[in-house]
């Protein structure tokens, strides 16, 4: 592996995210509206396992973290693209090792997901979100753990689709599930016992209640198993995709 | 011409004769000629279907190399193959002295490719896709940023260096492709289909910077092309490929012997035929003119006007038909080169 191809291949994904303003801008929009939009119409909602916690704080460290994970899937799927433009073959001729390029990848996707997720974090703050100010660094440490678990995954997939077509499918049968089964937008306890276990099962679950835990120290969990749980995910994923990121032919 | 392009020490071998002694130069023994490329037996399968079957050639440092055939005959997967992107199913190959299958990433330090497809990032300038393959190469600044502005020089872009690629039309931005893959000094580089889909102008364009790039650059230069016209422009030595097999490898000017000649045909006002059988060329009379084959037409076609001249004989009327590979392929396939052959429903799919 090669330190100076990670570099390069992360300063390439940063120089296009900073270039792309429409799509940091854009990709915010859904997040905001799930933000502002549920976060007002369940404004005086009692659910039950929230007792003195309004729903808009409730809710904010759930849409920061989805806003990690769609942006971190989706830069792992953008391998296909580079894959569609053929730009990926030029890396894949270089003399820099598959390994290292998967790592490039899940870097430089993760810290475009990290940005997305702050950026998100700060628009909160104008939603009416007030978190713990020392938390937000807790909270970053975990943002890094989802990103890089999600770009990872994203980049494990792209390795098997053959083209773009199957992009709305992931979003649909992936993505969203994810989200919707961690716990973002309501407690996992309120799930029924048959479809809570898929909750436990899913990384993201953790991610989410380490957020919220170091945001506005309200936790389902114990945040050390969560750290424990998501920061193990990652580096499962990591090396999931660095094996099939070197069985690919380019073609 | 290939020869000279590189010098070989020369040995100088006393030998005892019966009264005196000779100095003999001896050239480097074939075997010694530097094998850029060596190819054994290469051979791809895409399921039962054999895109490329047991293809053997070698290539000397310093050619350029064509690989001709008719879309779908394995050029682009052969072309994989060295470049490591596809693994072979059997057969051996040797880039620079590593294999293709054993030591990938030594080879790909040593190569360059421009593929047929686009593989530019058009969200980045043209500096910003040259430093970044400069970097992924191991060029360290000074060098990458004296290089960059060396070779967007060769191909005529140093006035769009800072403009995004997704700004430039489909020439430019074959030319920085081209750039890009010679950038790193590779010793081999491979041109895939260089011209493909571009206007007869950007292709005399693109040719000119590849002649001017095999004079500046130590460089081989692989190029496979189904155009008959580029491969006889450019190339030292060609490969004629057709359904995954080369069926003639040889200088174009030999594959060209092999089925003939130029002809040129002139009428004339006088006596000639006897004037020009005495100069011993091959001459057929037909009812209204002479027809004269040879093997190098344009050479001859001047000395037929100083002959004409000097015998008071004039020469009203002259027709001059190269011969062409397109010919060479015709008399070996029975087909032309560009008559789509889809006979083989696999072919589409195996070109990718």
């Known amino acids: 592996m090669e330190f100076y191809g990670v570099y390069i291949l992360w300063l390439r994904d940063l120089k296009r995210y900073m270039r792309a303003r429409s799509r940091i801008i854009g990709s915010l929009g859904m997040p905001i509206f799930f933000l502002a939009f549920l976060g007002m119409g369940f404004r005086r909602a009692q659910i039950p396992s929230l007792e003195g916690i309004s729903y808009i704080d409730f809710l904010a460290p759930g849409v920061v973290s989805m806003v990690v994970l769609f942006t971190g899937t989706f830069s792992g799927v953008s391998v296909v693209w580079d894959r569609q433009f053929g730009f990926l073959r030029e890396i894949m001729v270089s003399p820099i090792s598959r390994t290292t390029i998967a790592l490039g990848r899940t870097l430089g996707g993760a810290t475009t997901a990290i940005l997305q997720g702050f950026l998100m974090l700060v628009v909160s703050f104008a939603i009416g979100f007030r978190p713990d100010f020392l938390g937000m660094i807790y909270s970053l440490a975990f943002m890094v753990l989802i990103a890089i678990s999600f770009t990872g995954m994203g980049i494990a997939i792209s390795t098997i689709m053959e083209d773009i077509h199957g992009f709305q499918l992931v979003i649909n049968f992936f993505v969203f599930p994810i989200f919707f089964l961690s716990g973002a937008l309501f407690p996992v306890e309120e799930f029924p016992e048959y479809i809570r276990f898929l909750t436990y099962l899913n990384p993201l679950t953790y991610g989410v209640d380490g957020m919220r835990w170091s945001l506005i120290h309200f936790s389902e969990f114990n945040p050390i198993i969560d750290f424990i749980v998501i920061g193990a995910f990652s580096v499962l994923v990591i090396l999931i995709s660095t094996i099939l990121f070197n069985r690919t032919e380019v073609g | ?352």
């Open chain 2, 1 to 352: 011409m290939i020869m000279m392009r590189f010098t070989f020490p020369l040995k100088k071998d006393f030998i005892e004769g019966d009264s005196s002694f000779f100095v003999v130069i001896t050239e480097k023994s074939h075997a010694e000629v530097e094998k850029i490329i060596k190819v054994e037996e290469l051979t791809k399968f895409f399921g039962e279907f054999a895109a490329v079957k047991e293809v053997s050639f070698e290539v000397e440092r310093g050619e350029i190399f064509g690989i001709l055939g008719p879309n779908g005959a394995g050029k682009t997967t052969l072309i994989k193959m060295l470049s490591t992107l596809l693994k072979p199913t059997s057969g051996r190959a040797f880039v620079a002295g590593y294999d293709v299958v054993k030591e990938p990433q030594k080879v790909r330090q040593n190569i360059g490719i421009v593929f047929q497809e686009p593989t530019l990032d058009v969200e980045l300038t043209a500096r910003e896709n040259l430093d970044f393959h400069g970097r992924i190469y191991g060029m360290d600044r000074r060098k990458r940023e004296k290089r960059i502005s060396e070779v967007l020089e060769l191909v005529g872009l140093s006035d769009k260096a800072d403009v995004l690629v997704k700004k430039f039309s489909g020439g430019m931005q074959r030319r920085l492709e081209i750039a890009r893959g010679f950038m790193h000094f590779p010793k081999v580089l491979f041109l895939d289909e260089p011209t493909l889909g571009l206007d007869v102008q950007t292709r005399r364009n693109i040719w000119d910077y590849i002649e001017k790039l095999r004079r500046d650059e130590d460089v081989t230069i692989i190029l496979t092309t189904h155009y008959i016209e580029e491969a006889e422009h450019l190339c030292d030595r060609v490969a004629i490929i057709d359904f995954g097999k080369i069926i003639a490898l040889d200088t174009v000017k030999n594959l060209k012997e092999r089925i003939g000649k130029d002809t040129i045909e002139i009428s004339v006002n006088g006596e000639f035929e006897s004037i020009l059988r005495k100069e011993k060329l091959s001459v057929v009379r037909t009812a209204e003119s002479l027809v004269l084959s040879t093997s190098d037409g344009e050479k001859l076609i001047p000395k037929l006007f100083s002959l004409a001249q000097e015998h008071g004989v004039e020469i009203q009327s002259v027709k001059f038909k190269k011969s062409s590979l397109e010919d060479v392929f015709v008399l070996l396939t029975g087909r032309r080169i560009r008559e789509e052959s889809a006979s083989h429903p696999m072919l589409r799919r195996i070109r990718r």
